[in-house]
């Protein structure tokens, strides 16, 4: 069982900095694939970024992709989503979550673990 927790959500102004961070604890966590998704009010959640179990492979949406930089610290088992640049099309509830392994990286891969989500809200 792998059990996630985001932080770090809150109100920042247009053109502004946020970083998201998640704690992760249970299972080995360099093990798992690690991902950042987001959800507006009615919408399905979509993918913003992945990072491969080992850390060395990243996928972002064409969306975020220049402004979002996911990384982790797997001596704290902490996955982060820094987020620069930010504009009101990004406020969302972002939701951290982890893949197996098993599971060949990829944008499309399946999430076996989801956290409670943050919010973030960007406005001027």
């Known amino acids: 069982q792998v059990r996630l927790a985001e932080s770090g959500g809150t109100w920042v102004q247009t053109g502004g900095s946020l970083r998201l961070s998640c704690a992760v604890s249970g299972r080995e966590f360099s093990a798992y694939h690690m991902g950042w998704f987001r959800q507006y009010p009615g919408k399905e959640r979509e993918f913003v970024a992945a990072?491969?179990?080992?850390?060395?492979?990243?996928r972002y949406d064409d969306s975020v992709q220049g402004r979002f930089t996911i990384s982790r610290d797997i001596g704290e088992d902490i996955v982060y989503l820094q987020m620069n640049s930010l504009k009101p099309a990004d406020t969302a509830v972002y939701y951290c979550?982890?893949?197996?392994?098993?599971?060949?990286?990829?944008?499309?891969?399946?999430?076996?673990?989801w956290g409670q989500g943050t919010q973030v809200t960007v406005s001027s």
């Open positions: 990072l491969s179990a080992r850390g060395a492979v990243t």
């Open positions: 979550a982890a893949a197996s392994p098993l599971f060949a990286f990829s944008v499309a891969m399946p999430y076996d673990y």
